[in-house]
């Protein structure tokens, strides 16, 4: 599940995957809270490393198609043998070697549009609510945001960390102070 940026981070950049999976890794092995990590493409094996679970996706886009294809046989059970049942040139009246590819098609139909919507409810994109850390992470960039934690881990102490790492960039953000003036 994707996690919203904390308010106060410091974001590592590699452009080399083989140093961004080692130092997601190692990330994951010192125990640092809530690690976010961006790739520009599918990195294979990522969530392992991560340790993310089994993504739950795959179960419930199957369950909508099982639905869709019970749907659609459904109708036409409904349509062709009990409410409107003509014999045309002898068929019989329950033939669905005829239906099998409109009962696909509405079967695959469901399955993508369930697979949209719990994509969009997984990763949770809702629109405005994102934020970039950098325009280039879609291109060939790699990023590992690391929240800071004023009771255990500092930006000095997290910069440090990345930079051990082989980071070839880091930036540190944390939000605006605002004073009140009398």
């Known amino acids: ?38 790739t520009p493409w599918p990195v294979h094996g990522f969530e ?12 419930v886009v199957m369950v909508a198609i099982l639905l869709g294809a019970a749907g659609c046989m459904h109708f036409f059970v409904a349509s062709s043998v009990e409410s409107w049942a003509i014999n045309v040139s002898g ?15 509405t079967a695959l139909l469901a399955g993508a549009l369930v697979n949209l919507l ?15 850390v950098d325009p280039r992470l879609t291109d060939d960039q790699f990023c590992l945001v690391l929240p800071i934690d ?5 930006a000095e102490s997290l910069s440090r960390w990345l930079a051990d790492h082989k980071a070839e960039r880091i930036e540190s953000r944390t939000p605006a102070v605002e004073t009140a003036h009398a």
Not at 48 to 59: E, F, K, N, T
Not at 92 to 105: D, L, N, R
């Open 1 to 38: 599940m994707a996690e919203p940026l904390p308010k106060a981070y410091v974001a590592g950049f590699w452009s080399d995957e083989a140093s961004f999976i080692a130092a997601a890794g190692a990330a994951r092995d010192a125990r640092f809270p809530v690690i976010t990590a961006f």
């Open 48 to 59: 392992d490393v991560m340790g993310h679970p089994r993504s739950y996706i795959g179960r």
């Open 91 to 105: 068929k019989p009246y329950f033939s669905p070697q005829f239906w099998v590819v409109p009962i696909i098609e």
């Open 118 to 132: 719990a994509v969009f409810h997984a990763c949770k994109l809702v629109p405005g609510d994102n934020a970039v």
């Open 150 to 154: 004023a009771e255990r881990y500092s």
